[in-house]
């Protein structure tokens, strides 16, 4: 059976605008935004500014201490810890997919803290195939009454960190 896929992961620049975000602002959270003043961007804010809802659902929390293609041996503390979230009803319609965090050039809405970077939160989206449904077939998420118990996830024992979107979710051949 393959081990259950990371529901997130994030790319190398991504993980360097928010290891740049946290050195200017201390822990930080994302929340995937389900529409709205920002459409469906990822919105990144200091731990704690966003209020996570009972039944939010946690995605990953994303160590900004791995390379590219490394696995994370122990939890990531302050900083280096990035919890990313989502609503309950946006999860269900999401659970077959693998979010992505990207970043690219332009200036999303003001609410996110990269919005002044020049740079912009992006998600792209991986379907995950037959054997990760099955590994993720009896794995339930965390939610945000869980996390206030204290309840935290392990590390994750796959790599988080890709080089390009691209890598975790391929652009299929296209037909000139």
Do not use: Y
Not at 95 to 114: I, N
């Amino acid at each position: 059976m393959t081990a259950a896929p990371p529901r997130a992961v994030v790319t190398a620049a991504a993980a360097s605008l928010l290891r740049h975000l946290a050195d200017v602002h201390g822990p930080l959270m994302l929340h995937q935004s389900g529409g709205c003043c920002d459409g469906s961007a990822p919105m990144c804010f200091p731990l704690g500014e966003f209020v996570i809802g009972d039944r939010d659902v946690l995605l990953g929390v994303l160590d900004l201490r791995l390379g590219v293609g490394e696995a994370g041996a122990t939890e990531p503390q302050d900083d280096d810890a990035v919890p990313l979230w989502i609503s309950g009803p946006q999860f269900d319609a999401w659970k077959h997919t693998q979010l992505v965090l990207d970043v690219v050039p332009g200036r999303g809405a003001g609410f996110s803290l990269e919005a002044p970077e020049g740079l912009r939160l992006l998600s792209r989206g991986r379907v995950f195939d037959a054997d990760e449904l099955t590994a993720l077939s009896t794995d339930t998420p965390m939610v945000g009454a869980d996390w206030a118990l204290g309840v935290r996830p392990g590390p994750s024992p796959l790599p988080l960190v890709v080089a390009e979107a691209a890598d975790a979710c391929p652009v299929p051949n296209r037909q000139s």
